[in-house]
Every structure is written in structure tokens, then in C-alpha cells.
């Protein structure tokens, strides 16, 4: 049996990168279940509200909606369920360190399947205050009008 090769894309969280500086990002393993797994493969998931933490050495990713398969029967899967992730235990430990710090959480930036493999992006963030936000987005507008000007010159 062959593995796709690559990495296929099924949710990205765009409003973390809006929300928190992102300090580390780490590529963690999913527990799922077989109609979550077709779920996803149909391309169907929302990281929105989305968040990750360490309880009795594990990590686990909480709040995650991942929708019923429609084809599934009795046998189909709870859409919000707390989901493991599959972690190095070096990696836990550093985590569990760092999300005890004020401020510090864990929240997922993309849900894809690499080889085939269903797999979570999460990042170590701490979340932005009200300027912060604003002045990422008078920077962003600010290299839009630039690039705009550059071009027209051309």
C-alpha cells in the first residue's frame, strides 16, 4: 500500500497569527478514530476556538471541530471531543515548563496530513494586547502602500 507523499492541507487557523506572538511551533500527532479520519480526508475541520494543554503528561487537543462523517453510522464520533496528540516526551516536558509561565498557551495553527498521516501544528503563544494588534496592522497596510507605490513607478 503507498503513502501520499506531501502535505495536504485541511484547516488553517489564520486568526492565531492575529491573536498571539507565536514564540515556538511544534508538529504533533493525532489520536483519531476512523470516521474522524474521513472526516478530514473530505477536507472538513475548524481549528476557530481551538486550544491545546498538558494534563498528567499528556497533551491533548481540546475544542477542535471536527464534524460527524456523513456517512458514518452509530459508530461516528462526538464532534468537539478532547483529542491526544502524539508528542516527544522531551517535547512535553519542555512544554509543560513553558505553558506555566504567565501568559503561555498552546494553540493549534493547522490541521494537515503529511504522508498520510493526520497531523496538528501548534504553537507556544502568548496573546497580543489591542495595540500590538494595531500596529501589526498599520505595518502590514503601510509595506502594502510601498509595494503599491514601487509598482506603479515601474
Known sequence: MSREKGRKLIAQNRRARHDYHIDDTY????????????????????????????????????????????????TNHAARRPRKLL???????????KTQEAGRTLVPLSLYFSEGHAKVEIALARGKRHYDKRRDIAEREAKRDMERALRRRR
Open 87 to 97: 508528542l516527544h516526551r522531551e517535547e512535553i516536558a519542555r512544554l509543560i515548563g
Open 27 to 74: 508538529e504533533a500527532g493525532i489520536v483519531l478514530t476512523g470516521t474522524e479520519v474521513k472526516s478530514l480526508r473530505a477536507g472538513r475541520a475548524s481549528l476557530i476556538d481551538g486550544f491545546a494543554q498538558v494534563k498528567e503528561g499528556e497533551v491533548w487537543l481540546e475544542n477542535v471541530h471536527i464534524p460527524e462523517y456523513a456517512q458514518g453510522t452509530w
